[in-house]
């Protein structure tokens, strides 16, 4: 039986992905005309194989190794091989390292007073706005995330977080449009000289963190991770004898993964929350009752907000800022009835999987309601896959979802977010879900809808 899909085009599909806007469209046209699994042209990667059903996934969660040529767009970021890329046996050890570091819950709560006290200066920096703005939440988000996790396991702060996440921006933003042929108002000499600064932008950025951490053995510093810190990921890998060249690729994929993924997750969501005032208004309720007069939540509180949570499963599920994945068959595989032979290219499609209606009623309707147990009740588990699944699954994810929390309970409960008017917010797919122009909102003080009980 072979696997239905589009017929191969001499240009390798490019076309097609272009025409349906980008490869995160062009993945929800594909399982909606041709059902569940499907076979298309990927370029960079020949041809592969998408599923976008939860339990038909199960099959493949074995699956360890990327396929390389998919990724190689990251290839210029990494001096001793791509991280995204390792070999399976290079790759286990690496993985435990950045969970021993990354998924600590003792030490989230030990960070958490200073992930509170940088939401609490961007929030402030808001307030002082005149006339609430506008915001570009996607810059200032993605900046306050690097800098989180810059505090949390590289020891220190960054001053010029905007400028860092702009050098990451044009080197991805650069790969990226050479991939998919996009239009640039550029010559190709001065899209590389460009590229090349904000490449050595980065390495400097990374350089000058790894100086400034000091050896390793040192102690914890003025609270900072030091040593002994179980959240000290330049003192671990130290620690591991992990070479030079590897630590520093560690450190910059690490400030990569980290920063655009979380600061777009909470953009996404104080973007739907606009569109759906009853959702809004339960969650500032909830806020208003568990926290009272106080103005962020502590760690424990986390737990207690019960609808914010289901707010931002919500908000990822809608729009997942990693709107895809891929896998390498290493072994052949029977999927739904399909052989998939040893080498073929495996693709996820999280954001058609997140909206497959077998297991999403209604799936372009923002609803937090369906993370509430009754309604999780039964849900097959890979029907909500924002972070991935398997042995390559980002190892950052419960720390983002202690930080997208604290972020959104900070900036909800202490403003009221509208769309500045005649703003388009278009998703993109550079590498995340992006809003192509920002995602732009007014923001003034939620203090007056208490006095004139807006409050549910
Ligand atoms: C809301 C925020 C985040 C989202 C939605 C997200 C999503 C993802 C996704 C979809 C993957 C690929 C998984 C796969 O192929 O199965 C991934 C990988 C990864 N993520 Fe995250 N991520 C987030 C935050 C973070 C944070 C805070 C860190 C911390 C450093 C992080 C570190 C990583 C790393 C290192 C990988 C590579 C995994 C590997 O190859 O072993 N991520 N992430």
Redesign the pocket.
């Known amino acids: 039986m072979s696997i239905p899909g589009p017929e191969p085009r001499p240009d390798g599909g490019e076309a097609a992905i272009a025409r349906a806007g980008g490869l995160h469209l062009y993945q929800l046209r594909l399982h909606e005309e041709y059902g569940p699994v499907v076979r298309f042209q990927l370029p960079g990667a020949g041809t592969a194989v998408s599923i976008a059903d939860p339990v038909l996934l199960e099959a493949t969660v074995q699956l360890d190794e990327?396929p390389g040529p998919l990724f190689s767009f990251l290839d210029p970021l990494f001096e001793a091989g791509n991280?995204?890329v390792l070999p399976a046996d290079e790759?286990a050890p690496w993985?435990r390292l950045?969970l021993g570091v990354?998924a600590g819950r003792p030490s989230h709560e030990r960070h958490f007073g200073r992930f509170t006290a940088l939401a609490t200066e961007l929030a402030d920096r808001w307030a002082a706005l005149p006339a609430g703005g506008p915001v570009a939440l996607q810059r200032d988000l993605t900046g306050l995330s690097l800098r989180m996790?810059c505090g949390y396991?590289l020891g220190g702060d960054l001053k010029d977080p905007e400028d860092v996440v702009e050098a990451f921006g044009t080197v991805l933003g650069d790969r990226l449009e050479r991939l998919y042929r996009l239009p640039s108002d550029r010559t190709p000499e001065e899209r590389a000289e460009r590229t090349a600064r904000a490449l050595a932008r980065l390495r400097a950025t990374v350089d000058r963190v790894i100086a400034a951490h000091g050896p390793a053995g040192d102690g914890e510093r003025d609270g900072r991770a030091g040593h002994g810190d179980r959240s000290d990921l330049i003192g671990a890998l130290v620690a591991a004898g992990t070479p030079p060249a590897r630590i520093r690729d560690t450190v910059l994929?690490?400030m990569l993964?980290?920063h655009h993924?979380?600061g777009v997750?909470v953009s996404w969501a104080l973007h739907l929350l606009a569109g759906h005032p009853g959702a809004t208004a339960r969650v500032t309720g909830e806020l208003d009752r568990v926290l009272g007069d106080r103005a962020a939540p502590d760690y424990a509180d986390l737990h207690r907000l019960r609808y914010l949570d289901m707010v931002l499963r919500e908000s990822?599920r809608r729009c997942?800022?990693?709107p895809y994945?891929a896998r390498l068959a290493t072994r052949p595989l029977t999927v739904g009835g399909y052989r998939l032979p040893a080498g073929t290219v495996v693709f996820?499609p999280?954001w058609a999987v997140h909206l497959n209606p077998a297991h999403w009623p209604e799936p372009e309707r923002f609803r937090p309601e369906r993370f509430s147990p009754e309604e999780s009740a039964g849900r097959p588990r890979l029907a909500w896959i924002?972070?991935?699944?398997?042995s390559?699954?980002?190892?950052?994810?419960s720390?983002?979802m202690v930080?997208?929390g604290l972020l959104l309970a900070v900036l909800l409960k202490r403003f009221r977010f509208r769309p500045e008017p005649g703003h388009r917010v278009v998703p993109v797919e550079r590498f995340v879900l992006w809003a192509a122009d920002d995602i732009r909102m007014l923001v003034t003080p939620r203090d007056g809808d208490r006095e004139t009980g807006e409050r549910p």
């Open positions: 990327r991280l995204q790759h993985r950045l990354l996790i396991a994929a690490t993964a980290a993924t979380t997750a990822l997942p800022p990693g994945g996820y999280f924002p972070f991935g699944f398997g390559r699954a980002c190892e950052g994810a720390l983002a930080e997208a």
